[in-house]
Antibody, heavy 126, light 109 residues
Framework: QVQLEQSGAEVKKPGASVKVSCRAS????????INWLRQAPGQGLEWMGW????????GFAQKFQDRVTLTTTTSMATVDMELIRLTSDDTAVYYC???????????????????WGQGTQVIVSS | EIVLTQSPGTLSLSSGERATLSCRAS???????LAWYQHKPGQAPRLLIY???HRATGIPDRFSGSGSGTDFTLTISRLEPEDSAVYYC??????????FGLGTKVEIK
């Protein structure tokens, strides 16, 4: 049974950084890319980026490119998402999700998401 | 970027009724690459439908998807109390994945 288990809730001050972990189990870890998405209060789901656990390749939505790092620890089947320079706009529930690759276009891979973590609440407040 | 518009915003129906949820794209979605997700409060989103009409593993057959081009529909043929949730559509015909629609909330009376 595929499972993605995320780390617990975080409260941070503006300007700080946050790291959220996602541990995968129930399938060969390196065979699917891990994606990160978030949902701010009252908003829809927003895709942030992806990583290939097999080779460490990453790709990000333009708005997150200079603030997000994805780090894979293959031995632990874990992907960490670090977001820096937090503002109140980063208050959201953050999800990791297993991406099913349907193809590529000039801007990168195309995914839908067949398994999700339970979500991690991140609150940014002074 | 493709914009997905979901309607209605909220659907309030009784158990056993049929629910029809719409997802309209601002331009044609390549190869019908549209997915539907169910999201209950405090839980992980759950994939229901991919490629517009393919049910994901373990999804009951009362859930069905249809459509192509710019107009897509999720139908729940006979609502059960546990179907109370927010339903999102997502396009993946072009990169980056998403955006997602703003969702349709299904309430069971």
């Amino acid at each position: 049974q595929v499972q993605l288990e995320q780390s617990g809730a975080e409260v941070k001050k503006p300007g700080a950084s946050v790291k959220v972990s996602c541990r995968a189990s129930g399938y060969p870890f390196s065979t699917y890319d891990i994606n990160w998405l978030r949902q701010a209060p009252g908003q829809g789901l927003e895709w942030m980026g992806w990583t290939n656990p097999n080779n460490g390749d990453t790709g990000f939505a333009q708005k997150f490119q200079d603030r997000v790092t994805l780090t894979t620890t293959t031995s632990m089947a874990t992907v960490d998402m670090e977001l820096i320079r937090l503002t109140s706009d980063d208050t959201a529930v953050y999800y990791c999700a297993r991406g099913v690759l349907s193809g590529y276009d000039t801007r990168g891979p195309q995914y839908y998401f067949d398994s999700w973590g339970q979500g991690t609440q991140v609150i940014v407040s002074s | 970027e493709i914009v997905l518009t979901q309607s209605p915003g909220t659907l309030s129906l009784s158990s056993g009724e049929r629910a029809t949820l719409s997802c309209r794209a601002s331009r044609s979605i390549s190869a019908g690459y549209l997915a539907w997700y169910q999201h209950k409060p405090g839980q992980a989103p759950r994939l229901l439908i991919y490629h517009a009409s393919h049910r994901a593993t373990g999804i009951p057959d009362r859930f069905s998807g249809s459509g192509s081009g710019t107009d897509f529909t999720l139908t729940i043929s006979r609502l059960e109390p546990e179907d109370s949730a927010v339903y999102y559509c997502q396009q993946y015909g072009s990169s980056p994945p998403g955006p997602f629609g703003l969702g349709t909330k299904v309430e069971i009376k």
